[in-house]
């Protein structure tokens, strides 16, 4: 008698529970997905190069920044894992993979999906939102830069603080937006 009580107790709290375990399975099924086949894609480089993802996301920093007449150079050091950034002949940051925001953009689509709605406004949302994320992430780097080549004593609270703050308020107002107005959640 006590174990028929006990599985009605434990179906009891599965089906109250419910919406939050598929909103969990969903997230970190998504997350488990798009992170492995990132890795796998970083797989193909060693640990001497620069993925290409990277070494695009420094092209396109460079490319913002030389449209506002700054002096802006990437210099891909040989043997190493990095992007050198150079702004007016002075090295400022290098630029790591973890950069890239890939890894944020894949925290924000897990998000996305765990509270999907529709599928076409969920593509459109993850499409549209990545593609955000990316260019503000370039713009970010930019900026990054150009902060510490005036204030290079800040270097902690730009790199550790301001920045990454900037970057995940986006992204919290993102998934807000996206629970709010086009998640099956919204009222």
């Not at 210099?75 to 992007?83: C, H, L, R, T, Y």
Request: glycine share 4%.
């Amino acid at each position: 008698m006590y174990k028929f009580e006990k599985n009605q107790v434990l179906k009891k709290y599965l089906i109250l529970y419910r919406p939050f375990l598929v909103f969990l399975a969903k997230f970190f099924l998504t997350y488990l997905i798009l992170s492995l086949v990132y890795q796998g894609f970083l797989s193909r480089f060693d640990e001497n190069s620069v993925d290409s993802i990277t070494q695009f996301v420094a092209k396109n920093t460079k490319q913002l920044l030389t449209t506002f007449q700054v002096d802006f150079k990437i210099q891909e050091m040989p043997n190493e894992s990095f992007v050198m950034f150079l702004y007016n002949q002075r090295a400022v940051a290098r630029m790591i993979e973890g950069c890239n925001a890939i890894s944020v953009i894949i925290l924000f689509v897990s998000f996305v999906v765990a509270f999907s709605g529709k599928l076409k406004p969920t593509l459109l949302f993850v499409s549209g939102g990545s593609i955000f994320i990316y260019t503000l992430n370039v713009v970010r780097i930019a900026l990054l830069c150009s902060a510490l080549y005036w204030f290079p004593e800040q270097k902690d609270l730009l790199h550790d603080i301001v920045f990454p703050l900037f970057i995940y308020g986006v992204i919290f107002t993102l998934w807000v937006i996206w629970v709010n107005k086009f998640s099956l959640y919204a009222k």
